[in-house]
């Protein structure tokens, strides 16, 4: 039976065996399309890793479990703890998160706290799991929720940043006492790797214009190679309008005048900056999903680490589209959207006195199964 881009059908044991679809295929810049009936809904069962992780993550997940269980959605979670601040972080269990990672190919993660000590390791477990699932590009898309009002409204812009180099390297040391030295790697195959699937999202998403946001002016050789990548990958797609703009400037025309903006793709530590920036003009992180992909893996997951309590439990509920479960996502952003746009449960970062349950039942409620 031919699926089309690499599902299949395995037999899993899980105290009796069953059947159930695998995805086997590369996953490029976009999730994999499920296999479907007639009727547009996904056949079988999806296994999707889901990590809930610190602070609000457990209740986020909680959440997603809830909606989907309502919207009998075929997903089953194979969940992991992981987490630095409650001890629960190991090199064993992060290698069990990478085996379940290779049967799902998708994961859905709630907060993963990084701590700001110094324990013996630079790089944090979070750091650890996106390099050694080369979560090369993060992606970003920051769009006005209809009928939420925010100082800038009708915005549609994506952030894509390079996230497995640059300033979050994990390479620093104490070259004499007092002095730090921490560096930051650019090279060429990861940036032109960036910037290829930047333009190729551009293409593939029918959007106008790539900008590429940089330091060159101060990191000559660092962000100028950055800066060089993008502008040669750019000839190869002449009918995507191409710029470039030194970050600084980039902050502010953000806050002046986002509507400018198409796609913007850029460093790591920029671009978690400018996300946040982003995020902040929609309404903040409980609004705002992100996305992580490597050639063969997608992680949907909190935009902004310090997610307040009380957070509306739209990002990872509209994670709907982990699988390519075209008729479930639709079905459950399309409840999202109805609770938002009408305005009367609203959590506190949305101005409002709800609770996150509260917002999960009324997504519940606004189900069309």
Request: proline content about 4%.
């Amino acid at each position: 039976m031919d699926l089309g881009r690499g599902w299949r059908k395995k037999w899993i044991w899980g105290g009796g065996w069953r059947k159930k679809w695998i995805w086997g295929g590369v996953w490029g810049s976009h999730p994999p399309v499920s296999p479907q009936s007639h009727n547009g809904k996904a056949e079988g069962t999806f296994q999707v890793t889901m990590l809930p992780g610190d602070g609000v993550g457990p209740e986020l997940m909680h959440a997603v479990k809830e909606v989907f269980k309502a919207g009998n959605v075929p997903v089953t979670f194979d969940e992991h703890h992981l987490s630095e601040v409650q001890n629960t972080a190991s090199e064993e269990k992060l290698d069990r998160v990478v085996d379940s990672m290779k049967e799902s190919k998708v994961a859905l993660i709630g907060k993963i706290h990084t701590p700001m000590e110094y324990k013996g390791d630079l790089a944090s477990y979070d750091m650890r799991l996106r390099r050694k699932l080369d979560l090369f590009a993060n992606v970003v898309h920051v769009k006005s929720l209809p009928g939420y009002q925010t100082r800038h409204n009708n915005l549609d812009l994506v952030i894509i940043r390079e996230q497995t180099e640059g300033e979050y390297s994990s390479l620093e040391h104490e070259s004499v006492k007092g002095v730090i030295e921490c560096l930051k790697i650019i090279t060429r195959a990861k940036s032109q790797r960036i910037a290829k699937f930047a333009f190729d999202y551009a293409t593939k998403k029918g959007r106008a214009k790539v900008t590429a946001v940089h330091k060159a002016n101060i990191m000559k050789l660092g962000d100028g190679l950055f800066l060089q990548c993008c502008k040669e990958v750019a000839e190869l797609y002449p009918k995507i309008k191409f710029d470039t703009m030194i970050i600084d400037n980039c902050c502010m025309q953000l806050v002046q005048n986002p509507y400018q903006f198409d796609v913007l793709v850029m460093p790591n530590l920029y671009g978690n900056i400018v996300d946040n920036l982003a995020a902040g003009l929609v309404g903040g992180a409980g609004v705002v999903p992100g996305e992580s992909y490597s050639a063969e893996y997608a992680v949907f997951e909190l935009v902004r680490r310090g997610s307040p309590r009380g957070t509306v439990p739209n990002l990872p509920v509209r994670a709907g589209i982990l699988g390519g479960l075209e008729y479930h996502s639709n079905m459950v952003s399309d409840a999202v959207k109805k609770v938002i746009k009408g305005g009367k449960v609203r959590t506190a970062d949305m101005g409002g006195y709800s609770t996150s349950m509260d917002f999960t039942q009324a997504v519940i409620d606004a189900l069309e199964v």
